[in-house]
Antibody, heavy 119, light 108 residues
Framework: QVQLVQSGGDVKKPGASVKVSCKTS????????ISWVRQAPGQGLEWVGW????????TYAQNFQGRVTMTIDTSTATAYMELRSLRSDDTAVYYC????????????WGQGTLVTVSS | EIVLTQSPGTLSLSPGERATLSCRAS???????LAWYQQKPGQAPRLLIY???SRATGIPDRFRGSGSGTDFTLTISRLEPEDFAMYYC?????????FGQGTKVEIK
C-alpha cells in the first residue's frame, strides 16, 4: 500500500534552516510529483510547492521562492524540503503528499511534521 | 492566483441530516480541476473528491461533488458521526494550486 512517512518534529531558532524528509513506498516513485503543504496552528492549508520525482523539476509558490528547496533521492524513494531563514510565522505542520500522475490533487499524505520556530 | 471562498464557515447539523458545502472560485477553474478534502483534528487531510465529482478510492457514496466553472458543492447526503470534521476545497487547474479556508461541520 502507498505510504509516505515523514521525519519527526523540530524546533529551530529564527534565521535557521530546517530540512524535512518524506520516505515513500508502495508505488513507483518516479511516476508522480510530491507536493508540500503546510498548516499553521489553527489555520488552513497552504501549498508550498512540488517536485517531480522523475527529473527533479520543481515549482514553488511565490511566497516561498528563494527560501525553499525541494530535492529527491531516488535510491531511497525519499523527498526532502528545506526551508531557510525561518521566521516565527513559519511555525506549522508540514505535509508531503503524492500527486497521482501529476494531476495536482493529492491522494496520499504523510503524517505531517511540526516545525516550531522560536527563540 | 485563484482565490477559493468556502461557505459557510461553520455548519451545525445533527447526524442523519444533509450537509451542503460551497466553494466559490474568483476565476473559472480550468477543466473543473477541483478537489475536496476532509481533515480531522491531529490528522492529515484525506482526499474525498477530485475532478469536481469523482470520488476517491474508498470514499462512501454519501459524499457527492458537483459544480463547474466557479461554483462547486460538496454534499454529504446523511451525516454519520465520523463525518464531523473540517472540509477544504482545492483548485489545481491553475498554478499556484490554492485551497479554500475551510468549512467546519460540527454536531448540533
Amino acid at each position: 500500500q502507498v505510504q509516505l512517512v515523514q521525519s519527526g518534529g523540530d524546533v529551530k531558532k529564527p534565521g535557521a534552516s530546517v530540512k524535512v524528509s518524506c520516505k515513500t513506498s508502495g508505488y513507483i516513485f518516479t511516476t508522480h510529483r510530491i507536493s508540500w503543504v503546510r498548516q499553521a496552528p489553527g489555520q488552513g492549508l497552504e501549498w508550498v510547492g512540488w517536485i517531480f520525482a522523475y527529473n527533479s523539476d520543481t515549482t514553488y509558490a511565490q511566497n516561498f521562492q528563494g527560501r525553499v528547496t525541494m530535492t529527491i533521492d531516488t535510491s531511497t524513494a525519499t523527498a526532502y524540503m528545506e526551508l531557510r531563514s525561518l521566521r516565527s510565522d513559519d511555525t506549522a505542520v508540514y505535509y508531503c503528499a503524492r500527486e497521482p500522475y501529476n494531476y495536482g490533487f493529492l491522494d496520499f499524505w504523510g503524517q505531517g511534521t511540526l516545525v516550531t520556530v522560536s527563540s | 492566483e485563484i482565490v477559493l471562498t468556502q461557505s459557510p464557515g461553520t455548519l451545525s447539523l445533527s447526524p442523519g441530516e444533509r450537509a451542503t458545502l460551497s466553494c466559490r472560485a474568483s476565476l473559472s477553474v480550468n477543466s473543473n480541476y477541483l478537489a475536496w478534502y476532509q481533515q480531522k483534528p491531529g490528522q492529515a487531510p484525506r482526499l474525498l473528491i477530485y475532478g469536481a465529482s469523482s470520488r476517491a478510492t474508498g470514499i462512501p457514496d454519501r459524499f457527492r461533488g458537483s459544480g463547474s466553472g466557479t461554483d462547486f458543492t460538496l454534499t454529504i447526503s446523511r451525516l454519520e458521526p465520523e463525518d464531523f470534521a473540517m472540509y477544504y476545497c482545492q483548485q489545481y487547474g491553475s498554478s499556484p494550486q490554492t485551497f479554500g479556508q475551510g468549512t467546519k461541520v460540527e454536531i448540533k
